[in-house]
């Protein structure tokens, strides 16, 4: 039964897995500012929502304040910008209502942050920006993967077991000479280098980041929409913290 049970798991892994690759690819190739917009807002509310069971919050007026955000990232040239805005309004917040506290600001980093710095990024850098992240944090976690599974013996944290040094190495070599040549169609060669090293290597810290939030909360998976992989956030966690390096090495190398 549970050979059956884990070939039925399998099976939808990789069923839903060729179907988002699918349908990345497609919003990407059609390159529509709105469509753009509209599918990262999307994928941005569902992992909004996923963050506040993370943390632990129970208050759905902040997804009303999630979605105007995201409503002013469609109009306001400068996205990232609004991450730090909503900061200092909500700072001035506490300041003015004791009865506030910071936790509910906790989903308002993340994902936050990192959404709008990758909507930012196409904004300022294109589509082609964007298939650059896609392949250093999807090579990142298949170069851990197969070297993990190979070689692996070391463990790397305690925050997730199953990562080992030799795995964490092999991805970031994996990712970092793939994404390299991505880069080339925006920066010169030492830059794209330098890039997708960082990127690849703050990838891992994002999947360490969303692991540390599930193991807090005790649960296996930030949700379950996405049969076979889990959450929202079970998916885009690498790219939520490799988007805020690749845009600031971005703006301050090129």
């Not at 807090?216 to 076979?228: C, E, F, T, Y």
Request: proline fraction near 2%; aromatic fraction near 14%; charge should be neutral.
């Amino acid at each position: 039964m549970k050979f059956l049970e884990s070939i039925n798991v399998s099976k939808e892994r990789v069923v839903t897995g060729f179907s988002l690759i699918g349908l990345v690819l497609l919003i990407g190739f059609i390159d529509s500012f709105f469509m753009m917009w509209a599918f990262l807002g999307l994928i941005y509310l569902l992992a909004f929502k996923e963050a506040q069971k993370l943390f632990e919050i129970k208050n759905d007026s902040l997804l009303i304040i999630a979605l105007g955000v995201w409503l002013m990232a469609g109009i306001y040239p400068y996205g990232d910008d609004l991450f730090v805005l909503a900061w200092v309004a909500y700072a001035s917040a506490i300041a003015f209502n004791k009865k506030l506290t910071w936790k509910n600001f906790f989903p308002f980093i993340y994902p936050t942050a990192g959404m709008l710095f990758i909507f930012t990024m196409y904004q300022e850098y294109g589509v082609i920006s964007l298939l650059w992240l896609l392949i250093v944090v999807a090579l990142t976690d298949v170069g851990a993967y197969a070297v993990g599974k190979s070689i692996g013996k070391t463990p790397f944290c305690e925050t997730s077991p199953n990562k080992t040094m030799e795995g964490v190495v092999g991805g970031i070599v994996v990712a970092t000479i793939g994404g390299m040549f991505v880069g080339l169609s925006i920066v010169d060669l030492s830059v794209s280098f330098i890039i997708s090293f960082m990127v690849a290597t703050s990838s891992i810290f994002g999947d360490l980041f969303e692991s540390s939030l599930k193991r807090n909360a005790g649960v296996k998976d930030s949700g379950d929409i996405l049969p076979g992989h889990g959450g929202i956030l079970d998916r885009i966690d690498g790219y939520l913290f490799g988007s805020i390096v690749m845009l600031v090495l971005l703006r301050g190398l090129v």
